[in-house]
């Protein structure tokens, strides 16, 4: 589920780009919500607080793709 999201603000990102708008809206749109979209929909907080745990780091990484 979390990878289709990312694929999908990664789509969104693309036609931002494609309809060239100007440099605020595209730092805005592309850079603020659609980056924003794609973070926290990811699991990174949970990469991010087992980086130090080896046993639970691949638990994490594999909930990526569920």
Avoid: E, H
């Avoid at 990811?42 to 994490?60: E, M, T, Y």
């Amino acid at each position: 589920m979390f990878l289709g999201i990312n694929l999908i603000a990664a789509a969104l990102a693309g036609v931002v780009y494609g309809l060239q708008p100007s440099l605020f809206a595209n730092t805005f749109l592309a850079s603020g919500i659609i980056g924003g979209f794609s973070t926290f929909s990811a699991p990174i907080v949970d990469l991010a607080d087992n980086i130090r745990l080896a046993d639970k780091r691949w638990l994490a990484i594999g909930r990526m793709f569920c």
